[in-house]
């Protein structure tokens, strides 16, 4: 198979015909062999039924091979466990992702796919230079994907959550997309080894039907922290000892040093025979004492998480609550 495409939405039925018979037109235009796989993440409208309806009518006029499959969640999720789902089913050779609003447009997928397959790129990210969003979206965008940009070290990518992207089959199947962290899959593709990384300007178009469900403050600072976190996983994830173990040998000789300081000036001044407090009348030796402890438990964090590394076995558990074609 070509090109799986794979969909994640969210109450989006009054767009899901139109899109489908979008992507249609442009892959029999160009003759690819396809599937497309819609992600209902939780929807309280029609979208599943009128998926359902899709997939009975592409079985028909396929001949019994439907061109749609469907995921249904039995509740909101996310986007991310959306596309670990759809990532799992797909079978093209090509992976495109795209949103359901129809700002994403299939007309981009001929040029995505060439430059997957024949430009030899792992990931093809979409930029949407010219926006239709409002400033309440753009402007933290911006300042998101600069950060992003210094932080992953992809330096010629403009618009990592544009959720327009072509992937090469093996790089959706060696990835692990949970939590929120769909915002930085050109980053974990990196962290696994497909470093060929290209961007495309790709046309947006204006909301058409409906209302954004990604928008407010909360959004903003849910990308900064999964950030953040990815840059630890990524750095540290595999040997937590290294930044644990490191902080906790510091703090541990800082408060050691301290106390044999404490230590060696009661002495002296026992020897010289100047009156001085008892030790534990001091501040410092408290601070000292604190010090090392904190040391030892960043120490010890630092062994449970080489111990526990790595190993949640139910970290992408989704209750799926039926599947169409799959």
Known sequence: MDISVVIP?????????????????????????????????????????????????SAYEHGGNPTVKGIKFRRNYGKSPALFCGFKEAKGDVVITMDADLQDSPDEIPGLYKMIMEDGYDLVSGYKQKRYDPLSKTIPTKLFNATARKISGIKNLHDFNCGLKAYRKEVVKNIEVYGEMHRYIPYLAKNAGFDKIGEKVVHHQARKYGSSKFMGLNRFVNGYLDLLTLWFLSTFGKKPMHVFGFLGTIMFLIGFISVVGLGIDKIWCLTHGIQQRLITTSPWFYISLTTMLIGTQLFLAGFIGDLISRSSQNRNDYQIDKTLNL
């Open 9 to 57: 939405l969210y109450n989006e039925e009054e767009s899901l015909p139109e899109l489908y018979e979008w992507i249609e037109r442009v892959m029999e235009e160009n003759d690819y062999s396809f599937e497309v796989i819609f992600i209902s993440d939780g929807s309280t409208d029609k979208s599943w039924p009128i998926i359902e309806g899709l997939a009975s009518k």
